[in-house]
């Protein structure tokens, strides 16, 4: 029986990791799966790029699900959260790691509004929108059952803080996102869904 106490405590965790299949993400998602969870990982390229990881993610026994979805898209977006629901209802875990830098690094005088909103849709509002989603979902099933376990991680940078003239539209975008994770954080705290940031620098 599934509902069953006993099925409860052998069911393995769940979590989505935006841009889960290189880099931090990746490194994410292979820590997660040592420790025994199921993973939904999102990224922007064609499933056949990342069979290959998705393959050696599978080695330890964890159910993993590639799901190519660019965060910097509302549909992009709505379609990632349904297939999480779907197959999952409410994740135990979600990590904001996807990201990115700007395509051209320009002085601060120079830099265009165009790399400004495309960085400031993917690092920001994608994670910002998709958080606001799915902690609707973790919420929702923490009122249903009590000992459901939830968290959030937002992996901002230290660019959140440093000033970096030649390339200031993602210190603003990543600015932004560091205070997103403590606005969640605090809307978050009196339903039991700790939510945190990680900063890192040059990796």
């Known amino acids: 029986d599934p509902m069953s106490p006993e099925a409860k405590t052998t069911e393995r965790p769940v979590a989505l990791v935006t841009g889960g299949t290189r880099g931090i993400g990746l490194g994410i998602a292979r820590a997660l799966a040592r420790d025994g ?3 939904v990982l999102s990224g922007v390229r064609p499933p056949e ?39 999952h209802g409410a994740p135990n875990a979600l990590v904001n790691n996807a990201g ?20 400031m849709r993917t690092n920001l509002q994608g ?5 606001q989603e799915l902690s609707r979902d973790m919420v929702a099933r923490r009122e249903a059952d009590a000992s459901f376990r939830a968290s959030i991680v937002f992996v901002t940078s230290v660019s959140a803080d440093m000033a970096s003239p030649n390339r200031g539209e993602y210190c603003v975008s990543k600015a932004g996102l560091s205070m997103a994770a403590r606005l969640f954080a605090v809307r978050l705290a009196a339903g039991g869904i700790p939510v945190y940031e990680v900063r890192p620098g040059i990796i």
């Open 37 to 39: 969870w199921d993973l």
């Open 100 to 119: 990115r830098a700007p395509r051209v690094r320009s002085d601060l005088l120079e830099a265009s509004e165009e790399s400004f909103e495309e960085l």
């Open 49 to 87: 790029d990342i069979a290959p990881v998705v393959a050696d993610l599978k080695q330890g026994g964890s159910r993993i699900t590639y799901v190519a979805a660019d965060i910097s898209s509302r549909d992009a977006r709505a379609s990632l959260a349904e297939q999480v629901r779907a197959r």
């Open 127 to 131: 994670p910002y929108f998709l958080t």
